[in-house]
């Protein structure tokens, strides 16, 4: 049977390449006595169990096992998991609107998309998810997870989440729907360009491209990124923003596996000019492709970063078809910066750190929300008076335009 390789960054999808072979970090002599332990175990359950066991069953479950202790992004799926896992990569779903991600045997909340279920209902960054529809959730696969919160939309899913400076866990009830995101929000304020990028998705860059010329066209001028609560997408998206900021020949990022190497540049002049000042908004939500953005404009002093460090997730991970049906998803690399920074655990911090406390974020959000509500009609409300990176934003912009202009 003919094998190929699919792969893909946090779930979505992007040309890499992968090679399998054998670790010669181990000898042969300890891999066939760890080998032989797995087969006399194999046979003692065969021969003992109180019932007759699957063998089919037995193997998969130890590859799912073995594979799933390496990192929380790792995974085997059997056949029909595959099938779901390729149906849902492919097409809509019924979901919350959160990227999730595992510490210490725990979900937790990377991020909850802007405009999503998960966000109306007052999920944040760094949220513990303790049980599903109250069935606890330690020690479980995060695809397992993922499949527990996904489901129908329009029915209902029970969370119950540890968040910090909380006294005691609580419960959030949330309607799935549809996943459909607007990933480019904009509008003008005073003299500066606001652009809010909730995710990394297909025409990311080509809606964000038409934002930068229909400001450029109001005279702005710099621009405020914002990155804020962004978990992430298409790693190729990201190449493209990135390409929108920076002159043709730059190195955007790099991964970097045991045996592979593989850069992208950009290939096409700036669609913003290079002397329009431009500062990007981050935080602990900010992950994945908003961080390959964020570190690459960095690294190449295109844009001052306002914020707090970044979430730091940041690894390639290769779909490989096996010949029964079922799947590897594996991780064979992370992401570099330009510099050479690795991103996976390490995060990009800001030039300019802004903390916003858990209250200030609640704040925010509830007058936001209040505001949409009221019948404001607005997409994008900026709120300097409250949101303080925000604020801070604003002055370091203007403060460059007033240098360039002096200039």
């Keep these: 049977m003919r094998r190929f390789f699919l792969p893909v960054i946090a779930g979505t999808f992007f040309l890499a390449g992968f090679f ?3 670790s010669k970090t181990v000898s042969s002599e300890d891999e066939y006595s760890y080998l032989k332990l ?7 359950v065969k021969e003992n169990y109180v019932e007759e066991p699957s063998i089919k069953e037995m193997i998969y479950g130890a590859l799912n096992g073995m594979v799933s202790a390496l990192d929380p992004f790792s995974a085997f799926f059997p056949p029909e998991k595959y099938k779901e896992f390729m149906e849902e990569t492919e097409g809509e779903f019924g979901g919350i609107g ?14 909850p998309i802007e405009g999503t279920p998960a966000y109306k209902a007052g999920l ?3 949220d513990i998810i303790i049980a599903v529809d109250g069935e606890d959730t330690f020690g479980k696969t995060l695809l397992d997870i993922v499949k527990q919160i996904r489901g129908k939309p329009g029915t209902k899913v029970k969370l119950t989440i540890m968040r910090k400076g909380a006294d005691k866990p609580f419960t959030v009830e949330i309607t799935r729907a549809v996943i459909k995101i607007e990933s480019v929000k904009y509008t003008k ?5 606001y652009i809010k990028l909730t995710q990394f998705q297909h025409y990311t860059s080509r809606d964000l491209k038409k934002a930068v010329k229909d400001l450029l066209s109001q005279h702005v001028q710099g621009f405020i990124i914002d990155l804020r609560n962004n978990p992430g997408g298409l790693l190729s998206e990201a190449v493209k923003v990135s390409d929108i900021f920076l002159p043709e020949g730059k190195l955007i990022v790099y991964t ?5 190497e593989e850069k992208y540049y950009a290939k096409e002049k700036p669609v913003l000019p290079t002397y329009v000042p431009v500062v990007v908004l981050i935080n602990k939500g900010s992950a994945s492709a908003s961080e390959i953005v964020t570190g690459a404009l960095q690294d190449h002093h295109r844009a001052t970063i306002v914020g707090e460090k970044s979430f730091g997730k940041a690894s390639v991970q290769n779909i490989i078809p096996l010949e029964d049906g079922s799947a590897l998803k594996l991780t064979v690399a992370y992401y570099y910066t330009p510099k050479g920074r690795l991103i996976h655990k390490k995060g990009i911090k800001p030039d300019i750190k802004v903390s916003m406390d858990e209250k200030a974020w609640e704040k925010l959000t509830q007058t936001i929300r209040k505001m949409r509500i009221e019948g404001n009609g607005k997409k994008v409300i900026l709120l300097p008076d409250i949101d303080v990176q925000l604020k801070k934003a604003i002055e ?9 202009e002096a200039a």
């Design 20 to 22: 399998v072979g054998v």
């Design 396 to 404: 370091v912009l203007k403060a460059k335009i007033e240098h360039k």
């Design 38 to 44: 797995f087969t006399d175990v194999l046979k003692i």
């Design 256 to 260: 970097k596996g045991r045996r592979d």
């Design 98 to 111: 959160i990227e999730i991600s595992m510490e210490k045997g725990r979900p937790i909340v990377v991020a």
């Design 124 to 126: 944040r960054a760094g």
């Design 189 to 193: 304020y005073g003299d500066i360009g």
